[in-house]
């Protein structure tokens, strides 16, 4: 399935151009299975080849990262705090997690938010998920934007300038970031283990 969805995003790049990088990364940071591993690297082959500019690829990469987080901030906005904690009220027992636990994390997003959007746009997968705490909290719009352009333009600029620099190697860029995708994964797994350990054992206070 994956090399499907591999071919299927070289094929948009290499069809659409600038359009089609936008597209794509939008609809990466939405839904963060499709490969931005793949879509970045080989958008800076296609400037290689000269089918593109690679300070034209990365604006266009950037662009969709842009609205991307847009989308999944608005949603997060539109389900809000009451929603969530009403939700929480009705199921959250079943997850050990009360309204709470989520005013602790949200007194932690609120403290640090800056910090976590700006570097978390550079870490996969975190790079889309952040932008659901910020929607939930509603932080300021434009500093959400302008922290997000920033962190998401190192980000882009890195995947489309090694693309560019190996030309026909640019799938070699996949499994460096996959390595990373796995560790981010494996300390997120650790972090709900830890979590669901420490609402679970023997003697913890309802």
């Known amino acids: 399935m994956f090399s499907g969805l591999a071919d299927w995003v070289t094929d ?27 879509i970045l690297p080989f958008a800076g082959f296609v400037a290689r080849d000269g089918g593109a500019t690679l300070p034209g690829m990365i604006a266009a990469a950037t662009v969709g990262s842009l609205l991307g987080a847009i989308v ?10 009451d929603r969530l904690d009403s939700f929480l009220l009705r ?46 909290r509603r932080m300021n719009l434009v500093r959400f934007l302008v922290l997000t352009l920033i962190g998401s333009l190192i980000w ?35 972090g709900i283990a830890w979590f669901a350990w420490t609402r679970l054992r023997p003697g913890h206070a309802e």
């Not at 990364?25 to 963060?32: D, G, K, R």
């Not at 860029?173 to 994964?185: A, L």
């Open 12 to 38: 948009v790049v290499d069809s659409l151009g600038y359009i089609g990088v936008a597209l794509l990364v939008a609809l990466e940071n939405v839904f963060p299975p499709i490969p931005s591993e793949i």
């Open 72 to 81: 999944l901030y608005g949603i997060a906005a539109w389900i809000g705090p």
């Open 91 to 136: 199921y959250g027992k079943w997850f050990r997690l009360t309204p709470a636990d989520v005013r602790r994390a949200e007194g932690w997003f609120d403290d640090n938010a800056d910090r976590a959007v700006l570097i978390c746009r550079c870490v996969p997968l975190l790079r889309s998920l952040v932008s659901i705490p910020a929607g939930f």
């Open 156 to 190: 882009n600029a890195a995947l489309v300038t090694a693309g560019y620099v190996l030309r026909d190697n640019w799938e070699d860029v996949e499994p460096i970031i996959s390595v990373v995708q796995y560790v981010v994964i494996a300390l997120i797994v650790v």
